[in-house]
């Protein structure tokens, strides 16, 4: 396909910088002599978000959820197997290459590991350049002098340029992957996990940067990770992911005070307390049992059933919709926490009273510290929906997700 092909013009559906409407990826299983396809991993299986220019939406869940391949989905370095993206008023879905260079300028990426991602036989001039040198663009001043620039703005001295990769620590190599990506000067960049190969002691001056980038050049960020306490920082609104779909999305601070879906309340009951004020408050940890379903053959309804303690049949036959049950709340579940019940007359099943244990975490000295407990249905124990999360005591702070 030729470089100049047109994109097509179509209005966006809103005023969002990026829209995912129904995003779906399937990769085939081949086998036998002729590779007929016998089956699919359903990695990403029905995806619709909005990001709005200028904000921050990260993207949490376990190791396996499709966190990453949503990321290359809509930065298109992968083929959506159904599904439509829009980028600024374009659908971009099924691109080819040359129709999708011009649009690079604008959609960049930042890859997970730093080590892999930088080409160890160039020079850091030549990987900071070679954005330039593809789209055809010479900068005011030069290359060399726009690329020592980008060096600076990072963090990094512009004196390194003739340097090589393997001369870095893993946080100036992330800091070289930030500044190839901003190169250009992109409107949306999307980060895959950019912190969680580098030491704790450099993770939050990488942070930091991303949000000082954000403010500096008006950046728009998706920012993939499964650490909470990074999600905290950076976001302004929060997608959690399961096993290929969006089980909760949500501003900041609705999602860390008033969790709704039962999986988001057993990820932050994992979040460590490290306020020493804090020490003699009793909390509780969900400790969910057994692992996450095989992608390959998901379970039917809704996907979390399996590993969830208000599990009904309702769960087991009906998949339950994304909606909002508050502003700028939406949730995909029948028996949500913190809201009323949506299907309140449903008996949990005997095997959900089995799926999860609660370790009660007593204040520090205490004897009764360690102890574990079934988890009640809240069908079984009525609440106040406004009220918070059962054994949360305390506003949930960063640290890392259950696994």
């Known amino acids: 396909m030729s470089d100049d092909v047109k994109i097509p013009q179509q209005q966006s559906s809103s005023d969002a910088l990026l829209s995912v409407d129904g995003l779906v990826k399937h990769f085939p299983i081949r086998e036998g002599l002729l590779r007929r396809q016998t089956a699919a991993v359903q990695a990403v299986d029905g995806l619709t978000f909005d990001v709005r220019p200028g904000e921050t939406l990260g993207v949490v869940g376990e190791s396996g959820c499709g966190k990453s391949t949503m990321g290359r989905l809509i930065t298109r370095l992968l083929e959506p197997t159904a599904g439509r993206i829009?980028?600024?008023?374009?659908?971009?879905?099924h691109l080819g290459v040359g129709a999708m260079r011009p649009l690079?300028?604008?959609?960049?990426?930042?890859f997970q590991d730093p080590y892999s991602s930088l080409n160890p036989r160039h020079t850091i001039g030549t990987i900071v350049s070679a954005p330039f040198k593809l789209q055809g663009i010479t900068?005011?001043?030069?290359?060399?002098?726009?690329?020592?620039?980008?060096?600076?703005?990072v963090g990094l001295n512009p004196e390194h340029y003739n340097r090589y990769p393997h001369e870095f620590s893993g946080g100036q190599r992330q800091r070289i992957g930030i500044?190839?990506?901003?190169?250009?000067?992109?409107?949306?960049?999307?980060?895959?996990?950019p912190v969680s190969a580098l030491d704790v002691s450099i993770q939050a001056q990488v942070v930091n940067l991303l949000d000082d980038l954000q403010d500096e050049l008006g950046l728009t960020y998706v920012i993939i990770a499964h650490d909470l306490s990074v999600i905290r920082h950076v976001s302004d609104r929060i997608a959690v992911m399961y096993l290929g779909k969006i089980v909760e999305l949500a501003d900041?601070?609705?999602?860390?005070?008033t969790p709704l879906h039962p999986y988001t309340k057993a990820l932050l009951s994992a979040v460590p307390v490290p306020d020493p004020r804090r020490r003699g408050t009793k909390s509780e940890r969900i400790l969910l049992k057994g692992d996450v379903p095989s992608p390959i053959s998901p379970p039917q309804g809704c996907r979390f059933h399996t590993r969830c303690w208000k599990a009904t049949d309702v769960c087991v036959r009906t998949e339950p919709p994304l909606v909002a049950l508050r502003p700028g709340q939406s949730v995909a579940c029948h028996h949500p926490e913190n809201a009323p019940d949506r299907v309140p007359d449903e008996e949990v099943l005997e095997s959900a009273r089995k799926a999860v244990d609660v370790v009660s975490l007593a204040p520090a000295g205490s004897d009764s510290a360690g102890t574990q407990t079934d988890v009640p249905s809240e069908r079984e124990q009525p609440s106040d929906p406004g009220r918070a999360p059962r054994g949360s005591t305390r506003k949930p702070s960063g640290g890392a997700a259950a696994e």
């Open 86 to 93: 829009t980028f600024q008023g374009h659908d971009i879905t």
């Open 252 to 257: 900041r601070t609705s999602l860390y005070e």
């Open 179 to 193: 500044a190839r990506a901003l190169a250009l000067k992109p409107k949306l960049v999307v980060a895959d996990e």
């Open 104 to 110: 690079r300028r604008d959609v960049q990426m930042i």
């Open 139 to 153: 900068p005011d001043g030069g290359i060399k002098k726009e690329v020592q620039r980008l060096l600076e703005l």
